[in-house]
Nanobody, 125 residues
Framework: QLQLVESGGGLVQPGGSLRLSCAAS????????IGWFRQAPGKEREWVSC????????YYADSVKGRFAISKDNAKNMVYLQMNSLKPEDTAVYYC??????????????????WGQGTLVTVSS
């Protein structure tokens, strides 16, 4: 069974940091585009960051460039999102997602193969 499980969300003050983790099971990350999207209340889902399976290139949404960093550990089958200088507008449920095949990020959301249950990030003073 293909599964992604996120962890690391929580409440943080503006300017703070969080590190999200995503554990993959039932498949290996080698042949998947993998990344994080988020959904804030009343808003559409949006990609935050993604690692392309086609060439390993990394995509960041303009709103998080310079503040967030994605990384992947194939040996541990883990994906991480380091989030620094957090802002209230970063408040959302963050989902880890994977899509099989050769993809350049951002993968169209309608083609997502598997995603987790999400972890809530709240940025507030």
């Amino acid at each position: 069974q293909l599964q992604l499980v996120e962890s690391g969300g929580g409440l943080v003050q503006p300017g703070g940091s969080l590190r999200l983790s995503c554990a993959a099971s039932g498949f290996t990350l080698d042949y998947y585009a993998i990344g994080w999207f988020r959904q804030a209340p009343g808003k559409e889902r949006e990609w935050v960051s993604c690692i392309s399976s086609a060439d390993g290139s990394i995509y960041y949404a303009d709103s998080v460039k310079g503040r967030f960093a994605i990384s992947k550990d194939n040996a541990k089958n883990m994906v991480y999102l380091q989030m620094n200088s957090l802002k209230p507008e970063d408040t959302a449920v963050y989902y880890c997602a994977a899509t099989y095949g050769s993809w350049y990020c951002p993968v169209p959301l309608r083609y997502l193969g598997v995603w987790g249950q999400g972890t809530l990030v709240t940025v507030s003073s």
